[in-house]
């Protein structure tokens, strides 16, 4: 295991579990701000806009400053937000201060895994990574409903405040890579137009790369599908089966479980080279969704919610390893995030707003889910069929001895 790779993941599974708490907090306030809860995936939307309005930026900030202090600074960004949050800024507005500490980190953090693992072993540390991240999910989301019951809830915020404080602690202990920063191309303020062209040849350049456009196009799926079944779960468990909120929560935290199976099992079993074999996991989700859209009853729906949460586990760790193999080999690491974090947000945004225009004109739960679940599998057959006819052009496997790591 690389040195301070431990610490690393505390520090990223104690920022995540605070993002996931804060947000189920929040759709508990919206009563009490006197908003309506078709404002719920705005607050998501809000928080993901830096990610795609300043994708440019935030890539050549993380390679220009060692990214474990890059990642301590966001975590103290999002404490900013929140506490600008307490003292009664928008809710939308302090979602999207925290949202661009989120956007700073992400390729920080991301970027720092590809610079502590070797190629051969990116898989295994996304494995690690993700498995994380989904554990941060599935406690956070849980966390979040505990503390939104009524005893609870003035206690909720300066909670979530401690968790970001801690976070940035966290980062204190992440070593620097020994990789060299790369200096920026003028001060910020007249450098713009720069990053953007910048930022545009790095785009073309690992969509037009045949590896890096699949594994992009599949993260880019599963990250819009995913922001927008977090809510259709929480909608689908109070109308459906009649649950209130703190209870719907941990619905929620049972896909993130599957996550962690189908994400674990990937890092343990798929090797780089054959990272486009699990496309057909975005399929078997995407129609998994109008089947739990059709169920009334919590013992059905726990076992196919962990069915869900596996196939998008499985499907996003090897393709994360591809996507960040691709990118390492043609940009650097902070610029090739970016430009990953570009594309999933926007795809975020986009679903979300779509849901959220749906959930505003009243659209019935039902046909909503199905409809989003075959979009998801029509567009993961597209991939599926890509990947067929890109066979043969992908990295080599490590080479012969070495052993995957765990």
């Not at 800024?89 to 302090?94: E, N, S």
Request: charged share 10%.
């Amino acid at each position: 295991m690389p040195r301070g790779f431990f610490w690393l993941l505390s520090a990223q599974f104690v920022s995540g579990l605070a993002d996931n708490a804060l947000l189920i907090v929040a759709i508990a306030h919206l009563p009490g701000w006197g908003l309506p809860a078709w404002v719920a995936p705005l607050l998501k939307l809000s928080f993901t806009l830096a990610y795609v309005g300043l994708a440019p930026l935030v890539g050549a900030l993380a390679d220009a400053a060692p990214k474990a202090r890059v990642m301590m600074a966001s975590n103290a960004l999002k404490a900013a937000g929140l506490v600008a949050l307490m003292a009664g800024l928008h809710p939308l507005a302090a979602f999207a201060v925290i949202g661009l500490g989120a956007a700073v980190y992400a390729p920080a953090k991301y970027g720092l895994v590809t610079e502590l693992a070797p190629s051969a072993r990116l898989v295994a540390a996304n494995g690690w990574l993700e498995v994380t991240m989904v554990g941060a999910i599935l406690l956070g989301t849980v966390a979040g409903g505990g503390l939104s019951v009524p005893g609870w809830l003035p206690l909720a915020m300066p909670a979530v405040l401690a968790l970001y404080t801690l976070a940035a602690m966290l980062n204190l202990g992440v070593p620097a890579s020994g990789r060299a920063v790369v200096l920026l191309p003028a001060p910020l303020h007249a450098a713009p137009r720069r990053l953007w062209r910048q930022f545009g040849v790095a785009q073309r350049t690992l969509w037009r790369d045949r590896e890096g456009a699949l594994s992009l196009a599949a993260t880019t799926l599963f990250w819009g599908a995913g922001a927008t079944m977090q809510f259709a779960v929480l909608r689908w468990a109070t109308e459906r089966l009649g649950l209130s909120l703190d209870r719907a929560a941990l619905l929620q935290a049972v896909v993130a479980v599957g996550v962690v199976v189908g994400a674990a099992a990937a890092g343990r079993w798929v090797p780089l080279h054959a990272a486009r074999r699990v496309l057909p996991c975005g399929v078997a989700l995407g129609l998994l969704v109008p089947v739990v859209a059709l169920v009334d009853s919590v013992a059905l729906a726990v076992p196919l919610l962990v069915a869900v949460g596996a196939m998008g586990g499985a499907l996003v760790v090897p393709m994360n390893a591809l996507l960040q193999h691709r990118g390492v080999q043609l940009l650097s690491p902070g610029r090739s995030i970016a430009v990953q974090n570009f594309n999933e947000n926007a795809s975020v945004l986009v679903m979300l707003a779509v849901y959220a225009a749906l959930g505003a004109l009243q659209v019935p739960l039902l046909p909503l889910m199905a409809g989003f679940g075959l979009v998801v599998a029509a567009a993961s057959a597209v991939l599926v069929s890509w990947s067929a006819g890109a066979a043969g052009s992908g990295p080599r496997p490590a080479a012969a001895g070495r052993r995957p790591w765990r």
